[in-house]
């Protein structure tokens, strides 16, 4: 009886051991292995500790980079920008696992601003728009606070500045400590406007518009066009001890280009190739004053309507722009006597500016495309890649007219004056050098209006080497008391002053955008339309401000 005792109270002090014995860890695993944590929030992990049955399943936390991102107990929270490795470490055996935490934020701080104008000139009660450029473009706070130095001078309201008084006053434009600055200059409105002399001249035999007018042997000569009815012409007629006389061309030039030579000579093509100003024609021809005739030169490798032209060296020309069908660029050789394919243009373009660069280079560019739509302005080389030209964000050329030459608005070699506006209606003149281009600094803003009447410019520039200056065309916009005005700009000092000539009310309409200078240094308009192609006008006018 006591031997049984003893084995079974051995039995159960062995029970009684085994079942307080300690369950220990033998792993540790984390719900991430990684994720993303914006800087401001937190998120939980959890540990999972093996075997579930474990007696002490308790763990610590901690972070490589407690300046990035903190735990406890499980909750991440993000403290900066960068990467913290999270560890959870048993107490049981120190097994231990972790996960990596990048820690972004959406906020992007401002680095630098800059206003797209650093000086400006204004007149009374005129207005202008200075815009900010932020860096990074995608900066999180960008709102800008905008101040004047002088409010009795100039107010700003979300970059509108308005010359409310005469002086010196200074914007500025700030985003917490940065800052950006635009010096302005309120100045006196005089110009003076002086009377113009109007003498009309004979009518022509035709009455035409979107034909070429130029001056050859000294003599006023009109080629092509279209006529009443909107209907293209083979003719043509140059003024001669005051009477016209008429010839013949060998095509139709309606909406043409036209190029003088050196030598006098004019070469005139492409244009339309049906009526109703229709179609695109590859037909040249010269026009030699000397014997009033017309000679078929090689035809272009492209049909075009509303092109340009200038002369190269050795009488080659460089010709680009289209109407309505694709553009590109070609050469014609003066020696070769021939048109070359030149290659594609980044942009296609209607009446584009086409100008000399170089010896041996030329630039293109204009503000519509082949379908009468907006461009990015983008230049083009004869030779060599396409640029961007910075001016152009906030200043946007003219549309250059059929009439246009890069002759007419030369100031020296490879040198010439466009006009050009901008969103807020102002005029200004850009001065394009080779390919640089910049604003013509002007004593006083171009006026846009005179007598509360807006004028209305045409876009050519005419320049006169020889007296230093340019003269920029413009009317009241009416047909039936049609007032005619020329702005003279003198070139001779650093801000070039200008002087306003204006007519009285004439009995006739002639149009602006159909001139051209006289070898006396009048201006002349012929012919040209109001309101329809159907019925153009005769009437010529020379314009004598000088």
């Known amino acids: 009886m006591r031997k049984f005792g003893f084995v079974l109270c051995a039995i159960l002090g062995l029970f009684w051991s ?8 033998t792993g540790v695993s984390l719900s991430l292995e990684g994720f993303e944590l914006e800087v401001g929030r937190d998120t939980l992990i959890k540990a999972q500790v093996t075997p579930a049955s474990a ?25 900066s920008c960068g990467k913290a490795r999270i560890t959870v470490e048993t107490v049981d055996g ?3 696992a972790f996960c990596i935490v990048t820690v972004f934020s959406s906020y992007v701080p401002v680095d630098s601003i800059r206003l797209d104008k650093s000086d400006l000139k204004l007149l009374i009660d005129q207005t202008d728009t200075l815009r900010v450029t932020v860096f ?3 900066a999180t706070d960008s709102i800008v606070t905008w101040t004047s130095s002088n409010p ?7 970059g509108v500045i308005t010359a409310v008084g005469l002086g010196d006053a200074t914007v500025t434009a700030s985003i917490d400590t940065l800052t950006a600055i635009c010096a302005i200059q309120v100045v006196d409105p005089y110009i003076a406007v002086l009377p113009m002399k109007a003498e009309r001249l004979p009518d022509m035999l035709q009455a035409r518009a979107d034909h070429i007018i130029f001056v050859a042997g000294n003599q006023l000569t009109v080629a092509g066009g279209h006529v009443n009815g909107f209907t293209r012409t083979t003719s043509a007629e140059y ?21 003088q030579f050196a030598d006098g000579r004019m070469m005139i093509g492409g244009g339309c190739n049906s009526n109703m100003g229709v179609g695109q024609s590859s037909l040249v021809e010269i026009y030699d004053p000397q014997t009033h005739s017309f000679t078929s030169a090689p035809s272009m490798t492209t049909r075009r309507t509303l092109t340009h032209a200038v002369e190269m060296a050795g009488g080659n020309v460089f010709v680009s722009g289209n109407w309505y069908a694709d553009d590109s660029k070609e050469l014609y050789s003066g020696s070769g006597q021939a048109f070359t394919n030149m290659g594609s243009v980044s942009e296609q373009r209607s009446s584009p500016y086409v100008l000399r660069s170089s010896a041996d280079n030329a630039i293109v560019f204009g503000g519509t495309s082949n379908y009468g739509e907006s461009n990015a302005l983008v230049v083009d080389r004869l030779e060599g890649i396409p640029f961007n030209v910075e001016l152009f964000e906030s200043w946007k050329p003219y549309g250059a007219s059929v009439n246009w030459r890069a002759a007419d608005c030369a100031i020296d070699d490879y040198t010439y004056l466009i006009l050009a506006k901008n969103d807020q209606n102002q005029v200004a003149v850009i001065k394009v050098e080779g390919e640089s281009f910049s604003l013509l600094e002007t004593e006083l803003p171009i006026p846009v209006s005179c007598d509360d009447v807006n004028l209305i410019y045409s876009g050519q520039v005419f320049t006169d080497n020889e007296g230093n200056t340019a003269y920029l065309p413009a009317y009241n916009g009416s047909v039936t008391a049609p007032v005619y005005y020329v702005l003279k700009i003198d070139l001779s000092s650093s801000e070039a002053k200008q002087t306003l000539y204006k007519t009285d009310i004439l009995e006739a309409y002639a149009s602006i955008w159909s001139m051209t200078k006289l070898p006396d240094g009048r201006l002349v308009a012929c012919g040209g339309i109001y309101d329809s192609n159907f019925t153009p006008y005769s009437t010529v006018w020379a314009f004598s401000p000088f």
């Open 55 to 79: 007696t002490d399943p308790s763990v610590i936390w901690y972070s490589d980079n407690p300046k990035v991102a903190t735990v406890e107990d499980g909750l991440v929270s993000a403290i």
């Open 136 to 138: 990074p473009e995608d």
């Open 152 to 158: 009795q001078v100039v107010t700003v309201v979300d």
């Open 94 to 96: 120190e097994y231990t």
């Open 239 to 259: 003024l001669e001890d005051g009477e016209w006389h008429t010839m013949t061309m060998n095509a139709t030039h309606d909406m043409g280009f036209s190029v």
């Open 18 to 25: 085994c079942s307080e014995k300690d369950v220990a860890v």
